[in-house]
């Protein structure tokens, strides 16, 4: 089911459930005119379950928005995927582009800068300048790459970036986007319903994240959904540098606000890198109780899923987005023309019911390779 197919259903649902809702409440006499009571709670618990039933099936193809290209990608070309090596789920990507150009024909790279603006504007430049058909790039907006953009324009090379919210300029150059803000925003919204839903609209949630613009727009999304929808739920935004992923300090830092607010009970990682170690750490320091959820699951979290340990992730898949980004890129070059994000991203709600078995990371659909190399003229 597509993502706008879902939000056309979660519409419809909710508005029976609030009427249900409102029916229950209305024949308690002892209901909370203050907006803090029962009704609230009847209410709020209407709209996640509303919300999530949509989501209680995993996908099981790609989103209709994803179309046949006009005609197989010629052989011959050349993608590189910009890895930031602060953050090891960027990686993936580029082993998946890897499996996707050998089957048309191409040749992939990948190039790792530290994570700092000055060194990924000096190796795309480098990059740039041996001119290849496409290249990748996650997480950084278009304002911290202006020069690099314009001279991809020049060379006649396709930036394709994700995780952006700004609309591609133009072909050659900056010409594709994908998991924009429409992406992001829903990925907020699936993760507040379910920490409504998961605390039964009483929770408090501590949020953490990078300082990255768009993680920002879910975790804003995320905010903005719980205030609408829960007057007795609480959430703090707390940042970690990119740095210290995988470090003491994120682990340090996130134990720290725990133990500053013990009625803290769910710790939203915007990425689940940075919970990288967590569940140890809270052994460490005598803490229960925590349920960790988030989005764009790596080894860990998924191994955690399986176990138990972790409450949910949205499964914005890190292997799914090194195809979404090699096909927004192949689009440009197929019709010549700028390729925004269509705001359908592949998405799917992960849990320790429905997580599937196995070792890997799981990704839905489970044949999204397959659905792509068809879509490319390439099965």
Not at 1 to 28: D, E, F, H, P, Q
Not at 65 to 75: G, H, N, R
Not at 283 to 311: C, E, H, M, W
Not at 359 to 379: I, N, Q, S
Request: hydrophobic share 40%; glycine share 8%.
């Amino acid at each position: 089911m597509s993502n706008k197919r879902r939000r056309a259903v979660y519409l419809i649902t909710v508005l029976a459930a609030a009427v249900v809702a409102g029916t229950a409440c209305s024949s308690n006499s002892d209901v909370d005119q203050s907006g803090s009571g029962d009704s609230d709670g009847a209410a709020c618990l209407a709209a996640a379950d509303a919300f999530l039933k949509p989501w209680n099936t995993l996908p099981s193809t790609l989103p209709s928005v994803y179309e046949p290209l006009s005609k197989k990608p010629a052989p011959g070309g050349t993608i590189v995927r910009m890895v930031n090596g602060t953050i090891p789920s960027d990686s993936i990507g580029a082993n998946e582009q890897v499996v996707a150009a050998k089957a048309i024909g191409w040749t992939a790279k990948r190039v790792t800068f530290d994570g700092t603006v000055e060194d990924l504007n000096s190796k795309l430049e480098q990059t740039i300048a041996q001119k290849p058909r496409i290249i990748t790039l996650a997480g950084w907006p278009a304002s911290s790459i202006q020069a690099p953009i314009a001279d991809a324009r020049k060379a006649g090379v396709v930036l394709s970036l994700a995780n952006v919210s700004d609309t591609p300029t133009g072909m050659p150059g900056f010409a594709a986007a994908t998991q924009g803000r429409p992406t992001m925003k829903e990925v907020g919204e699936i993760n507040a319903y379910k920490f409504l839903q998961a605390s039964k609209c009483k929770g408090r949630a501590a949020i953490v994240n990078l300082p990255l613009p768009i993680l920002k727009i879910s975790t804003d999304a995320f905010q903005v959904t719980v205030k609408a929808n829960c007057a007795a739920c609480k959430v703090s935004y707390n940042e970690i540098q990119t740095k210290d992923i995988g470090t003491p300090a994120a682990t340090t830092a996130i134990v720290s606000k725990l133990q500053s607010d013990p009625a803290v009970k769910y710790v939203y990682s915007t990425i689940a890198n940075i919970a990288t170690g967590l569940t140890t750490a809270l052994a460490q320091a005598g803490i229960s109780g925590v349920q960790i959820f988030g989005t764009t699951p790596d080894d860990n979290a998924i191994k955690a899923l399986r176990d138990g340990t972790n409450a949910w992730w949205v499964n914005q898949s890190s292997s799914m987005a090194g195809w979404t980004s090699f096909d927004a890129g192949l689009r440009a070059l197929d019709t010549g023309q700028a390729v925004p994000d269509s705001g359908d991203y592949p998405l799917g709600l992960l849990t320790p019911q429905n997580v599937p078995g196995g070792t890997g990371l799981p990704v839905e659909p489970a044949d999204f390779r397959d659905e792509f190399l068809k879509l490319w003229h390439a099965a």
